[in-house]
T-cell receptor, first 115, second 112 residues
Framework: GAVVSQHPSRVICKSGTSVKIECRSL??????MFWYRQFPKQSLMLMAT?????????EQGVEKDKFLINHASLTLSTLTVTSAHPEDSSFYIC???????????FGSGTRLTVV | GENVEQHPSTLSVQEGDSAVIKCTYS??????FPWYKQELGKRPQLIID?????GEKKDQRIAVTLNKTAKHFSLHITETQPEDSAVYFC???????????FGAGTTVTVRA
């Protein structure tokens, strides 16, 4: 079945630094990548949607200059958390879909801790 | 956009009993309804899904029902086991956006 690989699984960074998270679709071409953030005991909150080769569409309240999303190819999307602060600590998870197909394939998630 | 409401937020059941989680959605154009199980610190895993042309689907101890007229769908887990303890999310797929909207989640605890 479809597999999405997400790296790193855990990262600890200092406040003010930037962190890049990668998601790769291993055996299919992802038309669309979605990036979610999940705080403890809460639901998945969609941050942005990106289509290959075009700019990401951000959800209301998500700062596009802080959360940089790049979807340069059909198999790779990256999320960069710039100038991270402790409140950015969360579980970030990507998912991929193929246009015309239902549903998602989720990455394994990244636990970000900003100290 | 799509709004999905999920109830209850927490559910505690005795091992062997049934668990039922209910969701409602707002957009009548939604046509695909997956359910995900998420264990602590892990990715959501698809456990069952249903499309809008079907009213019920069953896979061993798990079943999902859909009422398109009322715009609600439910997950039923029978003969619950401790390994069923997890957070369960319902979702609705809005084909115009090619995007899933998730419910808030239900934390299911199965007591041995």
């Amino acid at each position: 079945g479809a597999v999405v690989s997400q790296h790193p699984s855990r990262v600890i960074c200092k406040s003010g630094t930037s962190v890049k998270i990668e998601c790769r679709s291993l055996d299919f071409q992802a038309t669309t990548m979605f990036w979610y953030r999940q705080f403890p005991k809460q639901s998945l909150m969609l941050m942005a949607t990106s289509n290959e080769g075009s700019k990401a569409t951000y959800e209301q309240g998500v700062e596009k200059d802080k959360f940089l999303i790049n979807h340069a190819s059909l198999t790779l999307s990256t999320l960069t958390v710039t100038s991270a602060h402790p409140e950015d600590s969360s579980f970030y998870i990507c998912s991929a879909s193929i246009r015309g197909n239902y549903g998602y394939t989720f990455g394994s998630g990244t636990r970000l801790t900003v100290v | 956009g799509e709004n999905v409401e999920q109830h209850p937020s927490t559910l505690s059941v005795q091992e062997g009993d049934s668990a039922v989680i209910k969701c409602t959605y707002s957009d009548s154009a939604s046509n695909y309804f997956p359910w995900y199980k998420q264990e602590l610190g892990k990715r959501p895993q698809l456990i069952i899904d249903i499309r809008s042309n079907v009213g019920e689907k069953k896979d061993q101890r798990i079943a999902v029902t859909l009422n398109k007229t009322a715009k609600h769908f439910s997950l039923h887990i029978t003969e619950t086991q401790p390994e069923d303890s997890a957070v369960y999310f319902c979702a609705a797929w809005f084909s115009n956006d090619y995007k899933l909207s998730f419910g808030a989640g239900t934390t299911v605890t199965v007591r041995a």
